[in-house]
């Protein structure tokens, strides 16, 4: 079958939806950092969203982005649990930092207000467990935000995969570098972000790769992080004091089915790339360019190999274009699922085993040898 043929299995016209705005969700803001400026413009964007509440620990902090973002008449709060005690909120966006996810997602949970958490969805496997349980007791729903499983071409990678195209998958590598791009704020400091590099762009990269295979267990897993660029005063004169997290981490995975994980992860290092992505199947492999600034997206068309009548022969996936704002769809998949109480676009129940794999990383590395990942089944 000639390589158009077959993209052509993969493609789907995408149907607007028309929103009732007769009735506004009332959704509420935990953390008024920069991802909450991405949550207030898609909200503002929504003609069925108002929202009327903003908690924040630092004072004055959430006063001034209300005015910023003009959402004057929004209630202002110092702490999340004010504002849930005082609030009828529809829903909530958690945009705090990492430390905080698991405890702020939980109160909303148990005050049974639905939650669209920010990535990653908390920083251990222990605290992934806890909101899990909290939203299964709740019945709410519960959606993790990334945002990148709503590009066309990362959902393509996943329909390449469910077709069967590429045959039983058994390996693959996966990651995502930048030569010089760790960021500052809350991000760079245990007491705040936990994890660095793992949580911020590390989180995404298993998500592509997870969620096209549809989301195994992971068994065990051997790892190594570092953090040689972030602590050198000569290359982060301002952060580097501060600096405790991972800058680097590798591992190798095992999961469920017979499938080597190969993953690396960088904010900073002394090459362009880790390596493209790539899935091999017993029919065919599934190459998937690196980007240079890594932040969830594919860095150019992907391309399928495979034999044809005994020879070697390869095509190219073009870059799929239409996927709009993807942190608006992010948004509405999760208000759509709020009103009709339905599946979450992300679901916590994939997402654990990522945040599984995060834990199982962080343990490796810093025992030096491989450890078992045990996760609970709690459905």
């Known amino acids: 079958m000639a390589g158009d043929s077959i993209l052509s299995m993969f493609k789907k016209a995408e149907e607007a939806k028309a929103v009732d705005s007769s009735k506004k969700l009332r959704v509420g803001i935990i953390g008024t950092g920069w991802i909450a400026e991405a949550h207030i413009d898609s909200y503002k964007r929504m003609p069925d ?13 959430a006063a001034a982005f209300a005015e910023k973002y003009g959402v004057p008449h929004a209630h202002i709060y110092g702490h999340h649990t004010e504002m849930l005690a005082a609030e009828e909120l529809d829903a909530v966006s958690v945009c705090t930092y990492n430390m905080t996810h698991a405890e702020c997602t939980i109160d909303c ?20 467990i806890e909101i899990r349980k909290a939203e299964l007791k709740s019945g709410k729903v519960l959606s993790i935000g990334f945002q990148p499983r709503f590009d066309p071409n990362m ?7 469910e077709s069967g195209e590429l045959g039983e998958v058994y390996y693959i590598q996966t990651g995502g570098g930048r030569r010089r791009g760790i960021p500052g704020s809350t991000f760079i400091e245990k007491k705040t972000a936990g994890i660095g590099a793992l949580g911020d762009i590390g989180c995404y990269s298993l998500d592509m790769v997870l969620n096209a ?26 952060d580097a004091a501060r600096f405790n997290v991972d800058d680097f981490a590798a ?22 790339t880790p390596g493209d992505t790539l899935i091999l199947g017993k029919k065919a492999g599934l190459r998937i360019p690196s980007t240079d600034c890594w932040n969830g997206s594919v860095g150019g068309p992907m391309k399928i190999y495979r034999d044809v009548a005994g020879v ?24 759509d699922a709020v009103k009709t109480n339905g599946a979450s676009p992300v679901p916590s129940s994939q997402i654990i085993k990522n945040q599984a794999i995060l834990d199982g990383i962080v343990r490796s590395a810093e025992l030096g040898r491989e450890v078992e990942i045990n996760l609970p089944d709690i459905d």
């Open 49 to 61: 969203v108002e929202v009327v509440a903003l908690a924040d620990i630092i004072p004055g902090k």
């Open 109 to 128: 949970l148990n005050k049974g207000i639905p939650v669209l958490l920010e990535k990653p969805m908390c920083v251990t496997l222990e605290e992934a």
């Open 155 to 161: 959902q393509m990678i996943k329909k390449i995969v």
């Open 213 to 238: 295979i549809g989301y195994p267990k992971p068994l065990t897993v051997s790892a190594y992080k570092s953090d040689f660029f972030g602590t050198n005063p000569e290359l982060y004169p301002k």
């Open 251 to 272: 591992a190798f995975i095992r999961l469920e089915g017979g499938i080597i994980l190969d993953f690396r992860i960088s904010w900073a290092m002394h090459m362009d």
């Open 312 to 335: 070697c022969t390869q095509f190219e996936v073009p870059i799929l274009g239409g996927g709009g704002n993807l942190f608006d769809k992010k948004v509405r998949s999760f208000l």
